[in-house]
């Protein structure tokens, strides 16, 4: 089979991969999220660009985008977290985080563009649970300088413009490449200033601290499946026959000026 569902797995269950001319690149895909509710998630390819984008809104209406830019070696993550208005703060918050895309993360575009599911009402989990990848995002992006590293980030990150971070590996590894060094702005390290402190232990919302945030992609398809076939002369080959679908969490570490900005990250 290509992918869980509920209780059982049956053909119906069965996403695939079909060779198709004029099929729209869209997938819609029901998920049941870790906090249990069931969310619909779409998943969109984008051949010509090379990339590939996922969104799905969280149980508290936190809605998650994440885009793998191939063509960049880049991966994007947006949240849009409703903002607490008896508190101060806005109707909703930006937040973006952008790294390096890693080797076997996600299928390619083009195999994207052709996954089609048999039954679009049955509930998803994913085959594997992959392990929480803690990224220390020290260093900011400006977003108005951003272009030269990916086209996605202006779409993506304009609501978020002052909370767009990567990490310093990920500035080494581009600065390489010849991208301008003005797009990045190191922020204060809270392992050489002790007087930084986590926002969760932060009592006055006005000072500057250390904030957290987690997200999941629940569902999303991760590595390709070959199956093997055998032609009238007895002669063996492989071909795509549909995909893994994976589970991942990502912890991210960065600064803010303010506690008031990360008022999800409290003691409980």
Known sequence: MFASCIRTLTPL????????????????VRVRLSDGLVTDEVLEADSE???????FKQGDGTLIT???DFKQDMKIFRALILGELERGQNQYQALCFISRLNRNEIIPSESMARLRQKNPQAIRLAEERRGLEQLSMSVAVNLSRALQLSSHIHNMCSEA?????????DVKYWLDKGVDGSIFEVLP?????????????TKDLWQPCLCTYSLRLEWYPCLLKYCRSRDTTGKGSTYKCGIKSC???YHFTYYVPQKQLCLWDEET
Do not use: M, N, W
């Open 189 to 201: 390290q809270t392992a050489e200033v002790p007087s930084f402190q986590a926002c969760h232990s």
């Open 49 to 55: 660009r090379d990339s590939i984008s996922l969104e």
């Open 247 to 249: 589970s991942k969490g």
């Open 161 to 169: 413009r002052e909370a767009i971070y990567t990490r310093e590996a």
């Open 66 to 68: 994440f885009v793998a």
């Open 13 to 28: 269950c069965a996403l695939v991969l079909v060779v198709a001319v004029g099929l729209g690149s869209e997938l819609r």
